[in-house]
């Protein structure tokens, strides 16, 4: 498959052996019971490794998996209320945008008019207003009041430090998790069968 007269030959054990013949790299890898794996196929001359290929794959995977772990993809929660809303619910709905910026998602709070109430556009701009009020020790604002059709809504984002804050603290509760139950593991009475 590599197609290349020469190439950059890395050994199985690790370590450089230089610019070699296509030919005599396939060849050493078949007499260690290898494969020669291109590495790094844009470089000059292509960089090739001796390794078991099974074996390789399986590392590739496991770095993607860990690096797919450590990321934090951010998603876009929505918050819906009506002209109306009553201030229960509208406590509720902004204890929950809360919660997700805490997370570190963003959240769209959006006030929907049904029929007749595209003529009282104020009652959702101050209802809007509002939420940007309750929610500015957490959160800023970036999109700010828009109006697409029946819908006026506002956009927020978490400020950073109050999501590092969140993020610390649910870590050490899920130590003190961890290390609860391998106490109890440990405190837990060990059944003896008696033959």
Do not use: W
């Not at 770095?63 to 951010?74: E, F, G, N, Y």
């Amino acid at each position: 498959m590599i197609r290349v007269p020469q190439v950059r030959l890395i050994g199985s054990d690790g370590k450089q052996v230089g610019v070699v013949a296509t030919q005599e790299a396939l060849a050493t890898a078949e007499s260690e019971g290898l494969d020669l794996i291109e590495i790094s196929p844009t470089a000059k001359p292509p960089v090739c490794k001796i390794s078991d290929f099974g074996k390789y794959k399986y590392e590739l995977a496991k770095k993607q998996k860990d690096a797919k772990k450590k990321q934090h993809i951010v998603h876009l929660k929505e918050i819906k209320m009506h002209p109306k809303t009553e201030e229960h619910d509208y406590a509720y709905r902004i204890k929950h945008a809360r919660e997700f910026l805490a997370e570190g998602d963003r959240v769209r709070v959006t006030v929907v008019f049904k029929g007749r109430e595209m003529a009282y556009l104020d009652f959702g701009r101050k209802i809007l207003e509002k939420a940007e009020a309750d929610l500015q020790d957490i959160a800023n604002v970036e999109v700010h009041q828009k109006l697409e059709g029946r819908n006026m809504m506002s956009v927020f984002y978490g400020k950073s430090e109050v999501i590092k804050k969140h993020r610390a603290e649910k870590e050490r509760e899920q130590k003190l998790r961890e290390q609860e139950t391998a106490l109890a593991a440990q405190d837990a009475p060990v059944a003896v069968s008696q033959e």
